[in-house]
């Protein structure tokens, strides 16, 4: 996250807004299809939606909404729901103002859902990026941290000088957490879960078809196993090297994390970076992402690779009973020198969280009985106090699951997924009541501190993520209506005006802070690849760039800049991408 490089700032003044927000990547024909207008006017005022050939195609006249509070703004929304043709370069016309040009069809999410899964692959350590899976030549690079001159590697590496350990594990593969080079499980953990989610999803509510073998880009796309699966594989054999080995003190636990002993500076190819690789000390909370995470392919492999998912199961038991001999040893905030620190003081999630996944692998009472007596049990959060927050992130993790519970169909728990599946619907309920009150229609909103947090379009997919899973379990548009409602916020109907996925929209992200996709600061690095996510607007602006522009106090939508240096608002992650991959696949199977 630090670096040391000299990009001047620019004013965000300079750049002017349309007053005519849209989805700037376009709307499907047969679903809602909002806009936000900006306007001081207190009537309403005449929309008018034209065609690529500027003929008008269908008039009628905004809502006032008023002041909207995550924005600043005094917006109206227009409704142009009930036009369903199809089209290119549509833009919707208000006054003088017209909108960035927009698509309307239903083939909108059709590669994104496959460009959001590209952004692991691009991201993998120990193995040459390579053509064709690169997606263009700029992209390709050596293998990252594979234990070559001058690179210190994955191979091999120590445990730090303070934490207590004497043995290197190897600890290659796997992917890189963001823009930074540490692998981190408890954010790893919501990742990969995240991922098999989506195909747990998709075979009992959808379709796995679109993640079959041959579909991706990737290396493994002819073994015969879903593309998907082998793009989460690659996580959890690394996940997997980051368990204590036996016959050490705390064996069976999972170290919190491996990193570069001081910060890197950008831009900085993987396989160039000179620091010394360490692992810092296992966790619980660790140890339960492995756990959960495990047992879940444990169950997703067992008709692919038996031999796969037996490894799975034996390294979730192991890391279940090591985190029950050692239920307090927490990673500390404090943990930051190199590498973030995912502090997490508040265990009791991850541990419903594992013994939901091993109960739904395994059905023993055991694990019934654990989740049973938690006081998570069957729960879906929609609020957490004074902060801002979705259902769930790499810290809070009770929904996760939860929402297995619900998504698994077996009779063996039929009794809890039915109420698995009612507490996830009334959570939908809220956050499809929350995106009525707000101007740019967003399902998520900020606490009564008033403030969007780091990774915010994170919060925001995480809660489409339940609503969507609201409308698998009921079939009521109101809830895809929800998920749309959300895309149509992070690709550009917001307070910026901006599309917060690169290579989608008008005015895409452009610039993440990322190492090695560094174009901004250096004419010899590539570009960010289409499909990737920003994590968006955070009122509390953490890095000296962002400070540097003067929008302290500025409304929370507008807590945001497109540049590389900026890492406390426009970083990139895995634990951001899941999310968009999942929705993006579930709004595509949805598409007409
Ligand atoms: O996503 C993390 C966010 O919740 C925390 O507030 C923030 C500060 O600790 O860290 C974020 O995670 C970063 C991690 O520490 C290092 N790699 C990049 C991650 C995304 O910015």
Known sequence: MLHDSQATPSPLAEKILTTVRVNQVGYLPGAIKHATIVSPSATPLTWALRDAAGTVAATGTTSVFGDDATSGDHVHIADFSAYQQTGAGFTLVVGTDESHPFTISADIYRQLKYDALAYFYH????????????????????????????????????????????????????????????????????????????????????????????????????????????????????????QVPEGQPLSGMVHHKIHDAAWTGLPLRPDQDPQQRQLRPPSTAATLNLAATAAQCARIWKTFDQSFSERCLQAAERAWRAALAHPEVYAPH???????????????????????????TTHASEYREFIRQSPYYLSMPTTFGEHSAPAMTWAVTQALGTITLATVHDAAHEQESSAARQSIVDAANVFVGILEQQGYRVPFAPGPDRKYSWGSNSFVLNN?????????????????????????????????????????????????????????????FPPVPPGVVSGGPNS???????????????????????????????EITINWNAPLAWVTAFLDEHAR
Request: proline share 7%; glycine share 12%.
């Open 334 to 360: 404090s943990d930051n020198v190199g590498g973030g620190p995912y502090g997490d003081t508040n265990l009791g999630d991850e541990f419903y969280w594992a013994a939901a996944e091993l109960y739904v």
């Open 464 to 524: 489409m993520l339940i609503v969507a899973l609201a409308y698998d379990f009921t079939k009521d548009a109101l809830y895809l209506h929800g998920v749309v409602d959300g895309m149509d916020y992070l690709l550009g109907r917001n307070a910026l005006d901006k599309s917060y996925v690169s290579g989608y929209g008008a005015d895409p992200l452009q610039n993440p802070h990322h190492r090695f996709w560094a174009r901004q600061l250096d004419p010899a």
């Open 123 to 242: 991201n993998r350590s120990g193995i040459p990026i390579e053509m064709p899976y690169a997606g263009g030549v700029e992209w390709t690079r050596p293998a990252g941290h594979a234990g070559l001159a001058p690179n210190k590697g994955d191979t091999s590496v120590p445990c730090a000088p303070d934490i207590g350990c004497t043995y290197s594990l190897d600890v290659s593969g796997g992917w890189y957490d963001a823009g930074d080079h540490g692998k981190y499980v408890v954010n790893a953990g919501i990742s990969v879960w995240t991922l098999m989610n989506q195909y747990e999803r998709a075979t009992y509510y959808g379709s796995t078809a679109p993640f079959a073998d041959g579909t991706m880009n990737i290396p493994e796309n002819r073994n015969g196993i879903p593309d998907l699966l082998d793009e989460i594989r690659w996580e959890m054999d690394f996940l997997f090297r980051m």
């Open 540 to 570: 509390s602006l953490q890095d000296p760039y962002v400070q540097s522009l003067g929008i302290a106090g500025s409304p929370p939508q507008k807590c945001y800049v497109d540049h590389i240096e900026s890492w406390s608002t426009n």
